[in-house]
């Protein structure tokens, strides 16, 4: 398969459909969980027409979690903020293509701050934007849902750009590159997904409104492995 070259995939849960209110016993209960990664989705307002969330609960998670913690930056110039992030715990930094003029110079300045990089692409941004940089990349994260709210509904295309960015990154050699999808990921698509070449599944209302959330985030790791 596309993804045969990256043996391990898993589910990324994202905080932004997490109980604001009881924070701490959801990161206890993803702590516990089999999920590898933490997914944080930033938002300004000026991006995405939604505003999330800041420094202040990325510090809060990284203080209670073991996880990789996976920072998404959908914001305007997010190279004012790199540095910040990692010193309060990122672990990986993704920024917009469709947001950094100076594409090159930002996943440089990530790298810079000892985190790994990503670039994430909108669902009408093509995959081909990344051709002169995704050998420099960790991670690539194709949107399968317009960014700014969560719950939204999968959009099918997802699919075929995983695949012809899985090509391109074998293309160019880079075997270690992660293909992250967010939006609308549920047990439906999960399976045509990390067939197509998709690493990690970011699944946010998907596993925090079901009954059972660590039985959920188990069942995508499940599918994956």
């Given at each position: 398969t596309a993804g045969s070259r990256r043996p391990m995939k898993l589910p990324a849960p994202s905080v932004l459909a997490?109980?604001?209110?009881n924070l701490a016993q959801e990161t206890?209960?993803?702590?516990e969980s089999a999920a590898a990664w933490i997914h944080i989705d930033v938002m300004d307002g000026?991006?995405?027409?939604?505003?999330?969330?800041?420094?202040?609960?990325?510090e809060a998670i990284a203080k209670h979690t073991t996880k990789f913690l996976d920072c998404h930056l959908m914001i305007e110039k997010p190279e004012r903020y790199i540095s910040q992030f990692a010193?309060?715990?990122?672990?990986?930094?993704?920024?917009h293509a469709e947001a950094c003029p100076h594409l090159h110079r930002t996943i440089q300045q990530i790298k810079a701050e000892g985190c790994l990089a990503g670039v994430a692409l909108n669902p009408g941004t093509p995959v081909s934007v990344l051709e002169d940089v995704i050998g420099d990349l960790d991670l690539a994260l194709i949107m399968s849902v317009n960014p700014g709210f969560g719950g939204q509904k999968f959009i099918p295309n997802a699919i075929q750009k995983t695949k012809?960015?899985?090509?391109?990154?074998?293309?160019?050699?880079?075997?270690?590159?992660?293909i992250e999808i967010d939006g609308g990921?549920?047990?439906?698509?999960?399976?045509?997904?990390y067939q197509a070449g998709a690493d990690?599944?970011?699944?946010?209302?998907?596993v925090f409104a079901s009954n059972?959330?660590?039985?959920?985030?188990?069942?995508?790791?499940?599918v994956a492995n």
């Open positions: 997490a109980d604001f209110a206890q209960m993803l702590n000026v991006f995405v027409p939604n505003i999330s969330f800041g420094f202040p609960v990325l010193a309060s715990g990122a672990n990986m930094i993704t920024v012809r960015l899985a090509e391109m990154a074998k293309q160019v050699g880079n075997t270690t590159l992660k990921v549920t047990m439906a698509n999960a399976s045509d997904l990690v599944l970011v699944a946010g209302s998907f059972d959330p660590k039985a959920t985030i188990a069942e995508l790791f499940s």
